[in-house]
């Protein structure tokens, strides 16, 4: 059963995209005051970048799991780890920008200049960039499987975009992980 009209699948997907990465960049711009959020005790805040590392590490697991049961052709199984990936993804996503907003921006790297240059500000490039990139594509093959029917759909580019936009998303929330550790862990 179609959930979305399939004529519309690559325009919904770029509006979805188009207001994500807005409210990431106003929230990561600053442009988001803080009193638009629910203050919240200082110890929530501080455990919310423990939460979302485990949130990837899970969403690391759901997309594996998602990808292996499609390659044996357990479609459902595939269906349930893919939006469960999304729904981390989400969940994360909203904790990371609560945390930025009520923070009043970015945590500053602690550690040595030099570890911030060549490691930490590289790896975080690599990281935002994916994340940004992964944004449309999880949304089209999102709303592609919602839009055909599993016979359908192996007519369409889902499985391409897909394959893509798991090994990116994979990629994203290792360095996502990377960045954690450097920033609480390491230092």
Known sequence: ????????????????????????FAAAGGRIPQSTV??????????????NVAISATAIGTITV???????????????????????FVAFLAFYLYRLVATGGPQPFPGPDAVYQFVYLPILAIH?????????LVY????????????????????RIGRLAASLWLVSFSLGIVVYVLLHVVY
């Not at 325009?11 to 188009?18: D, P």
């Not at 919602?146 to 499985?159: C, K, M, N, V």
């Open 1 to 24: 059963m179609a959930y979305v009209p399939r004529e519309r699948v690559r325009e919904l997907a770029a509006v979805l995209s188009i207001v994500s990465l807005a409210v990431v």
């Open 38 to 51: 629910p203050t919240a005790p200082e110890w929530v805040l501080e455990l919310i970048p423990h939460v």
């Open 66 to 88: 998602g990808w292996r049961a499609i390659r044996r052709g357990d479609v459902d199984r595939h269906r349930v780890a893919m939006l469960a990936s999304f729904v981390l």
């Open 128 to 136: 935002i960039l994916l994340a940004i990139v992964c944004v449309p």
């Open 140 to 159: 089209y093959a999102l709303l592609l499987a919602g839009a055909y029917s599993i016979d359908e759909l192996r007519r369409t580019s889902h499985a």
